[in-house]
């Protein structure tokens, strides 16, 4: 696959406001995110000032030669020096005192339990708090590193706030804004970015990072600091999942003699559902007359042929891992009538088979639980001897159930509701939604996310919100 095209420092020249109008920016670590974005946003205008403790990165950015080999860097690099925008330092509180806006870019090392080394972040913001302390008029922070949420309001604010004698969100900004630039083609990813993500908690601070991001991003993406940390792990993990992904499908492929990239390029021709946010919100678990039973038959034609699938083959204890999150989120409330509102495998259809809220109600009817419940779709006249034949060697829950089945079902989710001590909510729909937002005192455990912004009542709990 072709990645992005970038040829010259002039075919990527972006209109922006005169440098007299832009916020001179500070930033800390002249690595490869410092010195991309160095040279970046001095194209763009803005005066900068690199700051590092190398004494070698700062002589050879200040000098206009890039101290990493990545396309175009140095060109860029040197027109920013020639252009009277770049200078470096090793003097960080200095550079705090002289700008506008500071971006963190230190070094977040694996530490020896296996998390996350702050000492670099720190180390900064110590200095950073000394040249805050010295200046007057509001400066923004914004992190950068790829961190823990919480890091940022936990570790490097009460640092600044301390040494500075300064308050965050009056005095001063912080943000956190992860970057998305990939090697070999970062300045083509700076000027055309995938997204642009602003976390903080005041506007002022929101809308001067908005305006420097405003020639290549005009409409960046905000939310809350915890939430923009998050999102750097998420979208790694995620690249570092699909690389795995598409090597076990090569290995599963070869003994068949199939042409795997043939297989991943029909794959990925798909945007509606492969290539897409379908089946990428949190929820509940998969279920069905598919995927359930194909994850098997993946493993089995593995092992079959001596392959080892460890994620594909992982897959199905994920899976029950979050039945039994389910399971334990019921128990939590000390229940003994449970009502279930919807109980297909999904929405809108009256296929029961591995629905896997049926796993739920099996362990708990096993335990002596009373369970009312109520699906759409789903009356005491539908045909279910069908459906259990073609799960006879996998769905546990359908086989316990399905002689209680039809006395568990009521005519009405307002039965289920007056009924029920606890309700477990496994399909979204407007009935559901208003039961539910009418019902504050009623203990719900919603595995489907109802609202946009879930309720705070001590009563409610999302699966994975």
Same mark, same amino acid.
């Given at each position: 696959?072709?990645?992005?095209?970038?040829?010259?420092?002039?075919?990527?020249?972006?209109?922006?406001?005169?440098?007299?109008?832009?916020?001179?920016?500070?930033?800390?670590?002249?690595?490869?995110?410092?010195?991309?974005?160095?040279?970046?946003?001095?194209?763009?205008?803005?005066?900068?000032?690199?700051?590092?403790?190398?004494?070698?990165?700062?002589?050879?950015?200040?000098?206009?030669?890039?101290?990493?080999?990545?396309?175009?860097?140095?060109?860029?690099?040197?027109?920013?020096?020639?252009?009277?925008?770049?200078?470096?330092?090793?003097?960080?509180?200095?550079?705090?005192?002289?700008?506008?806006?500071? $971006?963190?870019?230190?070094?977040?090392?694996?530490?020896?339990?296996?998390?996350?080394?702050?000492?670099?972040?720190?180390?900064?913001?110590?200095?950073?708090?000394?040249?805050?302390?010295?200046?007057?008029? $509001?400066?923004?922070?914004?992190?950068?590193?790829?961190?823990?949420?919480?890091?940022?309001?936990?570790?490097?604010?009460?640092?600044?706030?301390?040494?500075?004698?300064?308050?965050?969100?009056?005095?001063?900004?912080?943000?956190?804004?992860?970057? $998305?630039?990939?090697?070999?083609?970062?300045?083509?990813?700076?000027?055309? %970015?995938?997204?642009?993500?602003?976390?903080?908690?005041?506007?002022?601070?929101?809308?001067?990072?908005?305006?420097?991001?405003?020639?290549?991003?005009?409409? %960046?993406?905000?939310?809350?600091?915890?939430?923009?940390?998050?999102? =750097?792990?998420?979208?790694?993990?995620?690249?570092?999942?699909?690389?795995? $992904?598409?090597?076990?499908?090569?290995?599963?492929?070869? %003994?068949?003699?199939?042409?795997?990239?043939?297989?991943?390029?029909?794959?990925?021709?798909?945007?509606?559902?492969?290539?897409?946010?379908?089946?990428?919100?949190?929820?509940?678990?998969?279920?069905?007359?598919?995927?359930?039973?194909?994850?098997?038959?993946?493993?089995?034609?593995?092992?079959?042929?001596?392959?080892?699938? %460890?994620?594909?083959?992982?897959?199905?204890?994920?899976?029950?891992?979050?039945?039994?999150?389910?399971?334990?989120?019921?128990?939590?409330?000390?229940?003994?009538?449970?009502?279930?509102?919807?109980?297909?495998?999904?929405?809108?259809?009256?296929?029961?088979?591995?629905?896997?809220?049926?796993?739920?109600?099996?362990?708990?009817?096993?335990?002596?639980?009373?369970?009312?419940?109520?699906?759409?779709?789903?009356?005491?006249?539908?045909?279910?001897?069908?459906?259990?034949?073609?799960?006879?060697?996998?769905?546990?829950?359908?086989?316990?159930?399905?002689?209680?089945?039809?006395?568990?079902?009521?005519?009405?989710?307002?039965?289920?509701?007056?009924?029920?001590?606890?309700?477990?909510?496994?399909? =979204?729909?407007?009935?559901?939604?208003?039961?539910?937002?009418?019902?504050?005192?009623?203990?719900?455990?919603?595995?489907?996310?109802?609202?946009?912004?879930?309720?705070?009542?001590?009563?409610?709990?999302?699966?994975?919100?």
């Amino acid at each position: 696959m072709e990645l992005h095209p970038f040829e010259t420092a002039e075919a990527t020249v972006v209109p922006a406001p005169t440098p007299e109008k832009l916020a001179s920016i500070s930033i800390v670590g002249l690595g490869y995110v410092g010195a991309v974005s160095t040279a970046c946003l001095a194209h763009l205008g803005h005066q900068v000032i690199g700051v590092d403790m190398d004494q070698d990165k700062v002589e050879s950015v200040g000098r206009g030669e890039s101290p990493i080999h990545e396309k175009d860097l140095e060109l860029y690099l040197r027109e920013g020096v020639d252009r009277g925008l770049i200078s470096t330092t090793d003097d960080l509180a200095a550079a705090v005192r002289e700008t506008d806006v500071t $971006f963190i870019s230190v070094g977040t090392p694996t530490a020896a339990d296996g998390g996350c080394d702050y000492s670099y972040i720190e180390q900064a913001a110590r200095s950073m708090g000394v040249g805050l302390a010295q200046k007057k008029g $509001f400066h923004v922070f914004a992190m950068r590193c790829s961190i823990p949420p919480g890091t940022t309001m936990k570790v490097m604010a009460p640092i600044l706030e301390k040494i500075s004698g300064k308050t965050v969100g009056r005095d001063f900004g912080i943000c956190f804004n992860p970057e $998305f630039l990939r090697e070999g083609v970062a300045i083509a990813d700076f000027h055309t %970015p995938p997204k642009t993500v602003i976390g903080t908690t005041d506007l002022r601070s929101a809308n001067i990072m908005r305006q420097i991001y405003a020639p290549v991003d005009p409409e %960046p993406i905000l939310v809350g600091i915890e939430a923009a940390e998050m999102v =750097k792990y998420v979208d790694n993990v995620w690249h570092a999942t699909k690389v795995c $992904f598409a090597n076990e499908v090569g290995r599963l492929c070869k %003994p068949f003699d199939v042409d795997s990239h043939v297989v991943m390029d029909v794959f990925t021709q798909d945007t509606k559902l492969n290539l897409s946010s379908y089946y990428l919100k949190p929820g509940f678990a998969y279920g069905g007359s598919c995927l359930p039973k194909e994850v098997r038959a993946v493993q089995h034609m593995a092992e079959s042929a001596g392959v080892e699938l %460890p994620m594909m083959a992982n897959l199905d204890i994920s899976n029950k891992t979050h039945i039994e999150e389910a399971y334990h989120m019921v128990k939590a409330t000390g229940a003994k009538r449970i009502g279930v509102l919807g109980i297909a495998f999904k929405a809108g259809t009256d296929d029961l088979r591995e629905s896997p809220i049926l796993e739920v109600m099996a362990a708990l009817k096993e335990e002596g639980h009373e369970i009312v419940a109520h699906d759409d779709a789903i009356t005491v006249d539908t045909a279910l001897d069908a459906q259990l034949g073609y799960v006879k060697h996998a769905s546990g829950g359908l086989r316990d159930l399905v002689d209680d089945l039809p006395q568990m079902l009521r005519g009405s989710a307002e039965d289920v509701m007056k009924e029920a001590d606890v309700i477990i909510v496994a399909h =979204k729909n407007a009935t559901y939604r208003r039961l539910v937002r009418n019902a504050p005192h009623k203990n719900i455990v919603d595995l489907v996310r109802l609202f946009d912004a879930p309720p705070t009542v001590a009563t409610y709990s999302g699966i994975a919100w």
